[in-house]
């Protein structure tokens, strides 16, 4: 029963696979038993106690050793933990499915909300919006469909649990088969020594070459590949990687193009039987969006505002190339570029224009600095004291039976323990887990995640997880400035977990409208830009000493870089997700490559070679059965909201503690115990404005 021990500080190496199945069957067998004991009392003693608050407690029984499972397998992937895993997950999905379709608990809900139980619910209004919301859940997800339609919809959540699992084990499974060896020193030209170093450390790692017979290997983490396809002179070398990298669950026996139109099928299927249009109608109706319309007008217009500045930018760039290489006359039109040159000229160009290589930054973003500036920002904005615990790490299995440490254990050497206090009651709020490193037993990107959520006098248990670039023959872990904003932006992820400040755990921390999830994430990362606050953290690891200020200015000028197609490139992605969920009937079957170019035609410049979709890797979108499904147009909905929002911390000081004690107050801490507007009219006197965003971008 590891999965089930109550230690809020997890002992790792007794979760191993052979005590997956009784555990979570365990844990299965109270949650149905308390949800049965919940649905079999009579309506008419019932109290908002033992109906609302006891189904959270009940899913609470299944939910948190299942979240530890499921951590597990993005972190720590092996054969047997992932057979034990798909062996449980139709069990485990029929049952949270099979909540909103009982009829008898969804008339004790009802009943208990109307006023009907022993004591009506409290016209508190975090108890009020706990009301509505777990009705609106039941009523989004069937419950007041008739039976027929009910079990399919059960069978359509198991069918979409196993088919978007097959889907993200595909994804790493296909990066996972793939390497390069290189054994000529000649094409690593161009490749800064971190990455050289890198390539050459991760050689060593598996027993590769020798000192008389160096090799060097590279792999589709991003850490690996993106300086080959940024900085490698050598064209072969850098197609071959992008050709790898496009073919990413692309080919037997990894290939996802029927999964995706499957999981698509299903999703439509669902969405018509609920009464909607789409899916994404569906989803949105209690997002900021509200459809999937608004959503695509909202990427529309944005599309609109940039389109010639992003279509200037890549013939820009093409002339650019086309110069360097004497190519053309002044008055010859460039050649399109290839799609392994793009990120090549592009920054050579930059370094031309802004005389900045983010190679020369590293040295100041050693991890360990990063973590601890980020800290004392966070500590001063929002009144908090973080602290590291020294962590321990045991072999899965061989945690010691007698004389057990006090310290907290992580699942692999490399993970660190923090705890989070109230610098001004001492009270603890939380503790989290921090893995910043790639390994092949781990899925890609970066992510935050809860592992408890408490409440009022109850830590939080969390944890931030990234591939960043690793520590290399006993030099730290030194990042580029981007995987500095990914730290700030997960970071602002568990900010919004471990301050929230709400009695009621399913309107608790991040379990907001997913278009307002990403405002606490992406205000963090805009802490990387300023001077004040990068002196925070930015350090040069050997000498301690802060960005030159020759170097900042040159770092601030070429801020907005080529920033219309990077902007461009989260619309492309927004764009291809909301049409295959809006408009699916138009797309449905038919080639991948047909769709992707037909759907982005108007979102992408001229190449020599077209790129292949990304559907087939496209992780936000089908790697579990909802995730950011007919929401990736979030991150550009939320950066509106925090380019705004961020204004007055700009206005009224970068570090000014009121400010941040007002943004803990109204934002962080308040979870969804009120809609997302109200939230943000509460911190900004008003409803959001989009300029802030385009000027930050440079593209007012």
């Keep these: 029963m590891n999965f089930l021990a109550p230690d809020f500080q997890v002992r790792w190496s007794t979760l191993t696979p052979d005590t997956i199945e009784p555990s979570i069957r365990h844990a299965l067998a109270q949650a149905q038993q308390a949800v049965e004991e919940i649905a079999t009392q009579d309506a008419k003693s019932a109290t908002y106690e033992s109906s609302f608050i ?24 092996n054969p047997a933990q992932r057979e034990a895993l798909n062996k449980l997950l139709p069990e485990v999905t029929d049952f949270f499915s099979s909540l909103s379709l009982n009829p008898r608990l969804w008339n004790i809900l009802k009943t208990v909300s109307r006023g009907g139980g022993l004591h009506p619910p409290s016209q508190d209004p975090i108890i009020q919006r706990h009301v509505q919301e777990t009705l609106e859940d039941f009523k989004q997800s069937g ?10 919809i059960a069978q359509i959540d198991s069918e979409l649990s196993q088919l978007t699992k097959q889907y993200s084990e595909h994804v790493l499974d296909s990066t996972n088969a793939w390497e390069l060896l290189i054994t000529d020193e000649s094409r ?11 390539a050459a450390a991760n050689a060593r790692a598996k027993d590769l070459g020798g000192p008389d017979r160096p090799v060097w290997r590279f792999t589709l983490q991003f850490p690996s590949m993106f300086p080959v396809m940024q900085h490698a002179h050598d064209e072969a070398l850098r197609k071959e990687v992008w050709q790898a990298s496009a073919n ?38 209690r997002r900021m ?3 999937g319309d608004a959503a695509l007008t909202f990427v529309g217009q944005l599309h609109d505002r940039i389109k010639d500045r992003y279509l200037a930018e890549a013939a820009q760039l093409a002339q650019y190339k086309a110069s360097k290489e004497g190519l053309r006359s002044a008055a010859q039109q460039p050649a399109p570029l290839e799609p392994w040159e793009t990120a090549y000229f592009a920054e050579m160009q930059r370094k031309e224009n802004y005389d900045i290589d983010d190679e020369l930054l590293r040295p100041y973003f050693p991890v360990e600095g990063v973590m601890s500036g980020m800290f004392s920002i966070a500590s001063r904005l929002f009144g908090i004291t973080i602290s590291q615990k020294e962590t321990i790490y045991h072999q899965p299995g061989s945690t010691p039976t007698s004389g057990v440490s006090s310290a907290p254990e992580g ?10 206090h109230d610098s001004a009651t001492g009270r603890h709020l939380g503790s989290f887990y921090a893995d910043w490193h790639p390994r092949e037993t781990k899925r890609g990107g970066a992510w935050m995640n809860s592992l408890h959520t408490g409440g009022p006098g109850d830590p939080h248990l969390g944890l931030i997880i990234g591939n960043m670039s690793p520590p ?12 500095v904003e990914t730290i700030f932006h997960e970071f602002g992820h568990l900010l919004h977990g471990l301050l929230s400040d709400v009695p009621v755990k399913s309107l608790a921390g991040t379990s907001v409208a997913w278009d307002f999830v990403e405002l606490p994430s992406q205000i963090m990362e805009n802490f990387c830009w300023d001077r004040q606050t990068l002196d925070l953290f930015a350090r040069h690891y050997q000498t301690g000493e802060p960005i030159p200020e020759d170097l900042f200015q040159k770092m601030l000028a070429a801020k907005n870089y080529m920033s219309a197609s990077a902007f461009m490139r989260q619309l492309a992605l927004a764009k291809l997700d909301l049409e295959l969920h809006v408009n699916l009937d138009k797309y449905i079957d038919r080639d991948l490559e047909e769709v992707d170019r037909e759907i982005l035609a108007d979102y992408r410049a001229p190449m020599k070679t077209e790129p292949p979709s990304m559907i087939r890797r496209f992780n936000h979108l089908f790697s579990s059965p ?14 509106v909201l925090d380019a705004d929002a961020f204004t007055r911390f700009q206005i009224e000081g970068i570090l000014n503690p009121q400010t941040g004690a007002d943004f803990r107050e109204k934002i962080l801490s308040k979870g969804n115990s009120a809609p997302a507007e109200i939230l943000f009219h509460d911190f900004m006197g008003r409803p959001a404005d989009p300029l802030p965003l385009l000027t930050r971008a440079g593209l007012a």
């Excluded at 290399?472 to 995987?483: I, S």
């Excluded at 950011?628 to 950066?639: D, I, N, P, T, V």
């Design 626 to 639: 909802t995730g950011y499904a007919a929401g990736y147009y979030s991150y550009k909905w939320a950066e």
């Design 54 to 77: 006891a189904l959270e407690n009940a899913t609470e029984m299944l939910a948190k050793p299942w979240g530890r499972l499921q951590h597990l397998d993005s972190v720590s992937d």
């Design 411 to 420: 699942w692999h050497p490399e993970v660190t323990f923090y705890e989070i």
């Design 472 to 483: 290399v023959d006993g030099t730290p872990a030194l990042l580029t400035h981007g995987e």
């Design 143 to 152: 419950a007041d469909l008739p039976d027929d339609h009910k079990n399919r």
């Design 188 to 198: 690593l030209a161009g490749l800064p020594e971190s990455a050289v170093a890198a």
């Design 248 to 285: 990413v669950a692309a080919e037997p026996p990894y290939d996802n193009s029927g999964l995706v139109w499957q999981i698509l099928r299903l999703r439509q299927e669902k969405a018509e039987i609920l009464g909607h249009l789409n899916f994404a109608d569906l989803i949105l109706q």
């Design 289 to 291: 969006a509200r459809n």
